[in-house]
């Protein structure tokens, strides 16, 4: 339950009109017509895009708690390979930065190629998993591989 001052603050939010207002040639403010008001706020809200045109909105996903839900991409084997190769990199980086006896030069490699190469199917399997999460949370059935059988 919202305390006393954030339902204040809550309710001075919504008493605050905005108004367009135009100045004329003598500096005097006139009042905008309630037709140019709506044209000017639909305006507003389609921000052009990089090559001048409207950008296209997105239909927006809420949770039951009515937030927004981020869109969640399929999951791909080239996604997850680019992962491994940052961990890779990030954990050939940690084991020749820490430690009072470095490995070799050979060790840290194949070290971090091993856990590079199990790494990537687990990075999958983490896209696939938010995935199915997402699709699920949306309403839609998650797509099934037709070979696999549960």
């Known amino acids: 339950m919202p305390t006393r001052k954030q339902r204040r603050r809550r309710q001075k939010g919504k008493r605050h009109d905005y108004e367009y207002v135009y100045v004329d040639a003598e500096g005097n403010e006139v009042e ?3 037709e140019e008001e709506a044209t000017a706020t639909q305006a507003a809200r389609a921000k052009p895009s990089a090559n001048g045109k409207p950008a296209k909105t997105s239909a927006v996903v809420k949770d039951s708690r009515g937030r927004t839900v981020r869109t969640v991409r399929p999951p791909s084997w080239r996604r997850a390979a680019q992962r491994g ?3 890779v990199v ?3 980086l940690f084991i020749s930065l820490v430690g009072k006896h470095k490995p070799s030069l050979e060790a840290r490699i194949g070290l971090a190629a091993l856990y590079g190469v199990a790494a990537v199917p687990f990075f999958y399997w983490m896209d696939r998993l938010a995935f199915r999460r997402y699709q699920k949370l949306r309403g839609g059935a998650p ?3 037709p070979k696999r059988k549960r």
């Open 90 to 92: 990030v954990l050939f």
């Open 85 to 87: 190769g940052m961990f």
């Open 143 to 145: 797509a099934r591989d």
């Open 32 to 34: 905008a017509d309630p």
